[in-house]
């Protein structure tokens, strides 16, 4: 029998097109409906609308007695620190409104890290991870519709908040399940298939690699392929061809996700810009925009939810990986009859803290050496675009439409580099981790440019453009981050997809997504003590400079083909 990979074994696994091209649309289809509460809502709407929300209802200082305007187009203070600050009173406290967005956000991302933590058991339990994703769907669309039907001027305004934060924690843990069908979809693929399949006909039919534990006398640095003999060369080359495709395969279905669901956020964009010009701006124009973000985002989850497999084993008949092995004895490989949510809740805290061990770090030192960069990287990449537009409106005095504008150029830009970023890899034979560190290196040069503000050339009265002083710089910036950033959401997670041990993806990445809310936590935290302290946001491009420059080291320190064999034999011996 021939396979539809073109190979003649009976043994060898057959490849399913129509199953695996109705699971991979699923999982497109995810990210089509969930982007766009990221970009229209989360890095956009979301931001200016609590700040609104808290304008509203707050006071001018320092007499605390006249009520805030709506935000004005008045022309730009070189001072920064003499326009009237606005605040709000929450309890018996007074807050910078653009603190309180920040606030909220740094809520929301700490109440997140707390819920995947506790999800990552049961998300790699296979008939659950579905229901997962698409439970925090529903319950982050539906947040995110409530704000249609609370107006500014309601006494209960503040629930904007909790709202706020339900739809960013919804948001965040689907995000978890749906990163950890990543691996599974990139190993099913039609070219990876074929070259797992040449290197079992190679390698002969009992092919594994064969995994060990090293003992103090063996070289741990050793490769994995090999035997009594070593494997030939043919051999060896047949696997690093599968792994260049798996690598390859990996970035592709994760830059092509991004560019999807960019895509489809400039839609939305466009869409509600319509209504946010009509109404100019005004808060129940923002709540509207992040409404219809919701409603887009419950709408197109249906075909996922259609679509989607419900359990995704990871491949064991022709994988490159231990035969009849399993990663672990947890409740997640239990039968149905026995399996309990609440038991696994607690498995999966008792878990993180044995992921955590030192004796665990250091089998997997390099998935763990990447773990401490991306700390650093998330919290920059994101904090740069919550900044960047509170900076815009509060400090630049851009109206509505003009945010609106920039949040079309950046998820525009993003296409592009995420398409383009790929291609220009292939021309240039760029490891997935040379590309990394390019674009890191060229995102710092963002707030950097911003520090540059303080320079008293770029506060003369006739100095019109430099130092992100003018609203026309943000429209270039916008267009300069979203191509670099739109490729580095791609490359970040197909990156970190190589470390993973089989068969535990959505427990990693789980881990992966607590490390990045647990940085994201700080940054807006912080940015948010710097404005309140300080009266400027502008110093906060100093703190974000430092936090993206601190990771470079970090992740050029990530050895990529060892962190590759050490997943694999990690999940071969069991945990």
């Known amino acids: 029998m ?17 199953k695996y091209n109705r699971h991979l649309r699923g999982w497109f289809s995810y990210a089509f409906a969930s982007e766009v509460f990221v970009i229209v809502s989360l890095t956009l709407f979301l931001p200016i609308c609590l700040e609104q929300f808290a304008r509203d209802n707050g006071f001018l200082l320092p007499d605390k007695i006249y009520p805030c305007t709506p935000v004005t187009t008045q022309p730009v203070s070189n001072q920064g620190d003499q326009d009237a600050r606005c605040v709000v009173k929450l309890g018996w406290l007074w807050v910078d409104t653009a603190s309180f967005s920040l606030y909220v956000y740094s809520i929301s991302v700490a109440l997140q890290a707390l819920t995947v933590i506790s999800m990552g058991g049961i998300a790699d339990h296979p008939p659950h991870r579905k229901k997962l994703l698409l439970t925090f769907a529903a319950l982050g669309s539906f947040s995110a519709i409530l704000f249609l039907l609370l107006p500014s001027s309601s006494p209960v305004w503040p629930i904007v908040a909790p709202l706020a934060i339900c739809a960013n924690v919804g948001f965040g843990a689907s995000i978890v399940a749906l990163n950890a069908y990543i691996p599974t979809l990139a190993q099913g693929a039609q070219e ?14 009992n092919a594994t690699i064969p995994y060990y534990e090293p003992t103090e006398s063996e070289n741990a640095h050793e490769p994995l392929l090999g035997g009594d003999g070593g494997a030939d060369a043919s051999v060896t080359e047949a696997k690093a061809k ?3 495709l798996l690598s390859a395969t990996t970035s592709r279905i994760s830059s092509q996700g991004i560019a999807l669901g960019y895509a489809a956020g400039i839609v939305m964009l466009l869409l509600a810009l319509i209504p946010v010009r009509a109404m100019k701006g005004s808060t129940d124009s923002l709540r509207l925009a ?25 491949p064991t008949s022709g994988a490159l990986v231990l035969e009849e092995s399993e990663p672990d004895a947890t409740a997640a490989h239990l039968p149905e009859e026995e399996w309990s949510m609440s038991r696994e809740i607690v498995r999966a805290w008792k878990r993180l803290g044995q992921m955590l061990k030192w004796r665990e770090i250091k089998r997997l030192r390099n998935t763990f050496v990447y773990l401490a960069a991306w700390f650093l990287l998330s919290d920059g990449f994101t904090t740069i675009t919550s900044t960047a537009l509170l900076f815009a409106k509060t400090t630049l005095h851009m109206p509505a439409s003009s945010l609106i504008l920039i949040g079309a150029l950046t998820p525009s830009a993003g296409i592009a580099g995420s398409l383009a970023w790929p291609a220009l890899q292939r021309r240039t034979g760029w490891s997935n981790l040379k590309v990394l560190v390019v674009l890191v290196t060229m995102a710092s040069a963002i707030p950097a440019y911003g520090c540059l503000g303080f320079l008293s050339v770029f506060q003369k009265s006739n100095v019109k453009f430099g130092g992100l002083t003018t609203p026309g710089e943000m429209y270039v910036l916008a267009v300069y981050f979203g191509s670099v950033y739109g490729a580095f959401q791609g490359y970040a997670r197909a990156f970190y997809a190589e470390f993973i041990p089989p068969g535990e993806e959505a427990r990693w990445y789980a881990l992966f997504s607590i490390t990045d809310k647990s940085s994201s936590f700080v940054g807006p935290l912080v940015v948010g003590l710097i404005a309140d302290a300080t009266g400027n946001i502008r110093y906060a491009f100093f703190f974000l400079v430092a936090m993206i420059w601190s990771a470079v080291p970090i992740l050029m320190a990530v050895d990529v083909e060892r962190g590759r064999e050490d997943a694999q034999r990690y999940t071969a011996l069991g945990t």
């Open 2 to 18: 021939t396979n539809d990979i073109g190979i003649d074994d009976p043994d060898l696994p057959k490849f399913d097109k129509h």
């Open 192 to 205: 990876v298939v074929a070259a797992r399949a040449e290197f079992l006909r190679l390698a002969g039919t």
């Open 242 to 244: 599968h792994d260049k």
């Open 290 to 314: 992040v409404g219809l973000s919701g409603l887009w985002w419950a709408l197109f989850s249906l075909p996922a939810a259609a679509w989607l497999p419900g359990a995704s084993p990871v």
